[in-house]
């Protein structure tokens, strides 16, 4: 059986370092390997046969700190890295800017002397062996060369020149040393890396936000047998199911849990993207980490840890960062042969300029030199994780859940909205208009109907339940639900109830279709239910608004054909398809696909399928637990006014995907040969290179401040 792992990486901020990673991972059997350079978070599958813990070490090896889960050891990994490169720089600035000087003073000055730029260049060297040298070694050992290979080369070659033109050529030294370029080599790369890490870190920002509304205490309300209360403060991990809590102004709800009492005005903005406040009243479910802003009240407690609302959501937005959309797929191909390439290119380089240009030695070198420094595979493996991270933290912000990077690229394509129509362009909040019972009792016309729905999830069993709470349940065998059709079994003296939809009408021509819900006894018609339902308040809007950015709507609906056409010209949608059962959804679907790329919006047990089978799947958030999971994209707001910008996002952070793709190949194909034409010098090529990632990841932000509603 394999268990899914998950760690955070130290060190890994690119893309070069997440494949690196991920081919020694593949080297040692595991599976299913996410490796995200944007958030640092690695996840793999391993059976138990695997020894996970050597599986560390060796990443470990590799030149990467493992830092188990955990919100204390994420922090402390983070900030003690961080700081640890910072200091790093720091030290290599102060020794390489008085190499750098020497350029600009005279012949004689003391600047000049080559041992004083020695003892200035060693201390930098040492540094740039210690930080990339021993990366590049254990890289080179497991077959898998990195970027920092590239460098320990080009900073080597240098030193190692100069070294030798200062013992070797005493007297004209001058012409040998380029101690300078090894120290800036280093230094610029680490100021490269440092403004990665930087920049990279508020990529993530909205989940690092969202974990941040997690409290780290909680106030238990303790009721003795004798029914004397004490309130104890814990830590809102140790908190278990059933635990009362009390909350009170300004404090941060610790789990998700019901209101035992108390009345308060909750903000759920971070989770629900629901700007205005909501009132909490006895009865009503509270999310934790939401805040609340005035009043007081007790929580009895429902989920807790991993298990909670906001748990998930950080879970599903990190989830989703790994997925790779297929654009990705093709950078990572080309970065995983880059070093070699790059490696040989340095060497024809030389090669060329030596012998066939006849230029100097030193020349030559310094050119090659230039090729390995300014070559950075980190850019083609940034540029997607990048943009899916901001795109997925920005939607998340929106109260938009999106469960894969790939689904923000398939965003791109849609043509058509396909709506399914109780729940998702109405409320779902069914109320029973009228009813008949025929050659049975009420009473047991209602209590058959009651004990059926309580094992449906569907919003129209929600519905009746509500309605008719009070009606008593009879004991019911053999119960089964089948989608689209509706829901039976036996009671005790062997009768077969069914109760569903006028797809149960089929062998009864003729029969009470006038009820939206009907009632059989061994295959007999005994009565019908007739609902009405809400239209959402957003709906008439959101179609207006799709139809206004060139989309074409589809309403797909298992409901009467009569009641299906009117809402759907109410609405102004262009196509309607009305009782529908989910295999006809699908063939539907089918036919839809072929003229173009699609998404279904759906809530129901019926829908799920659809949902799987659209190019997108969109669910509302009081959809079924099925539904939500077949769905790629969940509105957590539960409005269908986010949709228009849900679209909007994913076309924007595809844009963003294919402006990033774009300047990393055009950087690298531009630059090396330029390098290798003597155009840039090694230490002009480390200065480039530096900040080449910073502007892709610069270019993602953007993202952030992209109109989308």
């Not at 529908?580 to 279904?600: E, F, I, N, Y």
Request: aromatic fraction near 6%.
């Amino acid at each position: 059986m394999e268990q899914t792992f998950h760690c955070k990486i130290g060190g890994m901020t690119c893309g070069n370092c997440a494949l690196t990673i991920s081919r020694y991972l593949e080297k040692q059997g595991v599976g299913h390997i996410h490796a995200n350079p944007a958030s640092g978070e690695l996840q793999f599958t391993a059976g138990q046969d695997v020894d996970v813990a050597r599986i560390y070490k060796g990443i470990g090896q590799l030149g990467y700190q493992v830092i188990q889960p955990g919100a204390d050891a994420h922090e402390h990994g983070h900030t003690h890295q961080h700081k640890g490169l910072g200091r790093m720089l720091l030290f290599c600035a102060l020794f390489t800017a008085p190499l750098l000087l020497h350029m600009f003073a005279g012949h004689n000055s003391i600047l000049n002397r080559p041992w004083l730029q020695l003892i200035l260049c060693l201390p930098v060297y040492a540094i740039g062996v210690a930080h990339f040298g021993r990366s590049a070694i254990r890289a080179l050992r497991n077959g898998i060369p990195n970027m920092d290979v590239l460098i320990i080369m080009g900073a080597s070659a240098a030193f190692f020149y100069s070294l030798a033109g200062m013992l070797f050529y005493s007297g004209e030294a001058h012409q040998y040393l380029f101690f300078e370029t090894t120290a800036t080599i280093i230094t610029f790369v680490l100021v490269g890396n440092w403004l990665e890490e930087r920049t990279v870190q508020t990529t993530t920002s909205s989940i690092q936000s969202l974990a941040a509304l997690q409290p780290s205490a909680a106030r238990v309300v303790m009721t003795d047998s004798i029914g004397k209360e004490t309130i104890m403060t814990v830590e809102s991990k140790l908190l278990k199911l059933g635990d009362v809590v009390l909350v009170n102004d300004g404090d941060s709800i610790p789990s998700d849990g019901i209101v035992l009492s108390g009345i308060a005005t909750v903000n759920e903005s971070m989770l629900s993207g629901e700007s205005l406040p909501v009132q909490k009243e006895p009865g009503m479910t509270v999310i934790g980490g939401a805040i609340l802003l005035s009043g007081n009240m007790r929580v009895k407690t429902t989920a807790v840890g991993e298990t909670t609302a906001l748990a998930g959501i950080i879970r599903l937005v990190q989830q989703a960062q790994a997925a790779k959309p297929p654009m990705q797929k093709l950078a990572d191909k080309i970065s995983a042969v880059f070093v070699p390439l790059v490696l040989g290119i340095a060497v024809l380089a030389f090669l060329v300029n030596f012998f066939a240009a006849n230029l100097p030695l030193a020349q030559s070198m310094m050119r090659s030199i230039a090729v390995l420094v300014i070559a950075c595979p980190c850019a083609m493996g940034l540029a997607t994780p990048a943009a899916i991270a901001v795109g997925l933290g920005r939607a998340a912000r929106k109260g938009i859940l999106v469960k894969g990077g790939d689904t923000l690229e398939r965003f791109k394509d849609i043509k058509q909205i396909v709506f399914d129509k109780t729940g998702t362009l109405t409320t779902g909040a069914l109320r029973i208009n009228t009813f008949k019972a025929e050659g049975i009792d009420e009473s047991l016309f209602r209590s058959v109907i009651v004990s059926l729905e309580h094992y449906s999830a569907h919003p129209i069993a929600r519905s009746i339940l509500e309605e008719w709470k009070n009606v008593p349940f009879m004991d019911l065998q053999e119960v089964q639900e089948h989608k689209g059709e509706g829901i039976q079994g036996m009671d005790k003296d062997g009768n077969l109830w069914q109760l569903g939809s006028h797809q149960l009408l089929k062998m009864l021509p003729g029969k009470a279709k006038e009820y939206d819900v009907h009632l059989l006894r061994n295959g007999a018609w005994v009565g019908g239910l007739s609902l009405s339902d809400e239209l959402r308040a957003d709906a008439a809007a959101t179609i207006r608004q799709l139809h206004a950015d060139g989309f074409t709507t589809v309403l797909l609906s298992g409901d009467r054909e009569e009641k299906a056409i009117a809402l759907g010209r109410s609405l102004g949608i262009d196509r309607i398809f009305a009782g529908q059962s989910p295999a006809q959804k699908m063939a539907r679907l089918d036919d839809l696909r072929a003229s173009g790329p699609l998404a279904m919006v759906g809530d129901g047990i019926n829908d799920a399928p659809a949902l799987a089978n659209a190019t997108v799947g969109i669910s509302l958030s009081d959809a079924t637990k099925v539904a939500m999971q077949s769905a790629s994209v969940i509105l957590s707001n539960n409005r269908l006014s986010s949709l228009p910008a849900a679209i909007r996002l994913g076309r924007y952070t595809y844009q963003t995907i294919k402006q990033n793709l774009f300047w990393a190949f055009c950087y690298n194909i531009l630059a090396i040969p330029l390098a290798a034409a003597g155009y840039l010098s090694p230490i002009w090529a480390a200065i480039v290179m530096a900040f080449s990632d910073v502007i892709l990841v610069l270019n993602s932000l953007r993202l952030n401040y992209r109109k989308i509603d």
